[in-house]
Structure formats: C-alpha cells, structure tokens
C-alpha cells in the first residue's frame, strides 16, 4: 500500500480556514483523518502533490506524519513489552501517547494516536499499521499480521524491534567508517582554501616584488591560486549548483542512480562493502519473514522494499520471477549472479534438508559479521590512504612555494657575503 500526499483546504467552524498537508492512502481516508482533527469541519478541498515535491515534502516537519526507524524500534519494543505483560491494548496505546509526548516527539505522538483511535474503533493491530504504511514498513506490518493470525503479537512485535534495530547497528556501522575520512578530507580542503585565498598570493606578490625567477611549477601554481581567489565565489557558487543538482538528478532519475551504483560496484573496496550489505538486508529480512511461516514468495517480494541499492534490486527482482516459474532458489540465486557460490551452496542444502529457515538465520549472521568486519578494515585501510593524500598536498606545496624561498633566502645571503 502506498499513501498519496494531499494538499487540504478546510472549513472549520464555519469561519477558519485551514491549509496543510496530509498522508492517507485514498480521498475518504483523508476526509476521514480531517474531519476527526478539525472539528467541526467542512472539507473545500483535497488536490494531489505532485510526486516529485511529495518526496521532498515527505522528508520535512511539514508533513509530520511519519516514523523513521529510529523512532518506530523503541516503540514496538515496548509495545510489545506491555502486551506480554497482559496490559490491554487500550492501556498500551495511551502509554506510548504519553510517552511521546513528555519527549515532545510530535511526529510519534501523531502516529500513535490515529493508531490508537483505530484500535479503538475495532481493529487490530496489524490492520492500524497497515493504515499508516508510511510510518510502518511492510516488514513489520507483515509480522503483525503473523502476529494477530496466530495470537503472538507480542513475540511478532518483539521480532520486528529485533529487526529494526539490527537495520540501524547495520547503518551506523556504515556511517561511523565514513565519519573518520569526511572529517579529515574537510580539514584537508580547509588547509587548502587557506593556502590559495591568503598564503600563495601573499608569496606571489614577494615573488613579484623581489623580482625572483621562478620554476615552471610555482608560476603555474601561483596563476591558478590567483584565479581562484579571484572569482572563489564563481568557483563555490558552481561546485554548490553541481552538488545539489547531483542530489537532485539521483532522487529523481533510476537510470542515473543505477549509472553511479554500477560504477561503484567496480571499486574493489567499494564493491564488497556495498554487496555485503545488500546480503546482510536480504539474509536478515528472509530470516524473520520465512522463519515466521510466510510462503517464500511473499518473503521475496517483501525483502524487495528493504534492498536500497537499485543495481543489486534489478538483479534480485528476477529471484522471484524465477521462483514464480517453478525454479528453486539456490538456482535462481546462482542465474542472478550477485550471491555467492558459498551462499547458493547453504541454501541448496537447506532446500534439500528442510532447513532453509535455520539456513537463513546462519547467512544473516555470517554476512551481518562479514559486514562489521569490513566496515573496520576499510577505516584502517581509510587512514593511511589519507595520510599518503595529505602528505602528497603537503610535498606539492612545498615543491611548489617553498623552495623558491629557500632559493631566495640562499641567494640573498650570498650577496650579503
């Protein structure tokens, strides 16, 4: 289910007009959810965002009307935690309502409200989440359904909170490898602006004023830093408009995405690091979902959403296509050719022994430490990879500027003699 951004009009009280934007997955619906939050009130209007401002839109305070993963793990937990204590569902909700709104979480207490209002109109649990698809993953809806069917929504949900914070460790781990090198390249740029805005033009004008020859390498140093003093706001101003338009070009065109991430996967580093953690995502998700007793399908077709990287998407697609037509899943892994011969060879034995599900837990686990054990190399393997560019920076600098004035100094003191 997809929900669709709606820009409102609303009448409330016959005398205020209120504007604003609201997610639902249909028109009533969204009449539905204004009419509940304004009363009494007469709905003027409801027109349809466009998709390309809806996804931006989405991703700010203006909309407010959803939960990250950061947020949704938490919750579920202790959702979960109050259900297995035998608290009632009623009681829970207001617990979290509470909670969420003493951290002055608004979007939280948002969500958990219409959640709770559901609930109490009848639903169940899975049944409310599938209401607010964009604030409840498919992962987790999927479970609660599991959950509700077979009457352990706690353990359900305990799982999904098990999952989602997995997602995260996976995703820190990733963020905290780059933090190390963003950090030191941005000191590095740093140095280097300051190099070029005061201290080569300040050593050019002695140059010129000494009335020095130069090498080569100096003179061609000293143009280009001139240049770009001169106009740095030209040079600032175009590198902004190439970096937001690079933004821009990758949320809204695949075939542009799919260009970088398949250039990516050539970069030997790059390439394991981005691969195991597509694995780790498919392993992690086939694990929970097949081990829950959903058919290999459903479970296929789920994990799809959860693979963000659209290069190693367009070859898992056809797993399920395969499957549909009646091929086992160690062969249409080994066809996509994106998993390993180790991995094709687990899953064939597990196919053949009535243990996929035990099979899916052991390559979660294995590619979830394969992972974390790359995300450590590649910041040891970052570092001195630093080191030999700032040291690199560092020599051309000191080829370039300083040994003219070392030459300076020795000629000067020779006609002191």
Known sequence: MITTLYW????????????????????????????????????????????????????????????????????????????KAGVPVD??????????????????????????????????????????????????????????????????????ADH????????????????????TFGAMFGAAAFWIIYVVPNMAAL????????????????????????YYGLVFSVTAALLVAHVLTWRSRAGYRLGWLKALGRVPVVKDLLLMSTLSVIFQNLKVLYGRGIDLVTALNITQESVTNEWHLSRFKTVTAQIVQG?????????????????????SAGERSGTLDNQFAYLANHYAEKLDALTSRLSEIIKPLIVVVAGGFFIFMIVALLLPVYDLVKQTMATMR
């Open 164 to 183: 989602l914070e997995k997602s995260l460790k996976l995703k820190s781990n990733f963020k905290q490898a780059l933090i190390y090198p963003i950090f």
């Open 327 to 347: 091929y086992t899943l160690s062969d249409a892994f080994r066809a996509c050719k994106m998993f390993p011969n180790v991995a094709v060879t687990i899953v």
């Open 91 to 160: 009681e829970c909700m207001a617990n979290l309502v509470s909670d969420a709104a003493e951290a002055k979480n608004e979007r939280a207490g948002h969500v958990l409200r219409r959640m709770s209002a559901d609930l109490q109109g009848g639903l169940q649990i899975s049944a409310a989440m599938a209401k607010q698809p964009d604030s409840f993953p498919e992962m987790v809806r999927c479970l609660a359904v599991v959950g509700d069917q077979t009457g352990l929504i706690d353990e359900s949900l305990m799982e999904a």
């Open 8 to 83: 409102y009009e609303v009448l409330v009280a016959r005398r205020h007009l209120k504007r604003g934007l609201v997610l639902a997955l249909n028109v009533d619906e969204a009449t539905q959810e204004l009419l509940a939050r304004f009363k009494p009130a007469i709905v003027l209007s409801l027109r349809v965002v466009p998709k390309w401002l809806s996804g931006f839109l989405r991703q700010t305070p203006l909309v407010g009307a959803t939960l990250s993963e950061k947020d949704l793990a938490p919750i579920m937990r202790q959702l979960a935690l109050l259900l």
């Open 207 to 230: 140059f010129k004023q000494m009335n020095v020859k130069l090498p080569p390498l100096t003179v061609a140093t000293m143009a280009a830093a001139e240049w770009i003093s001169q």
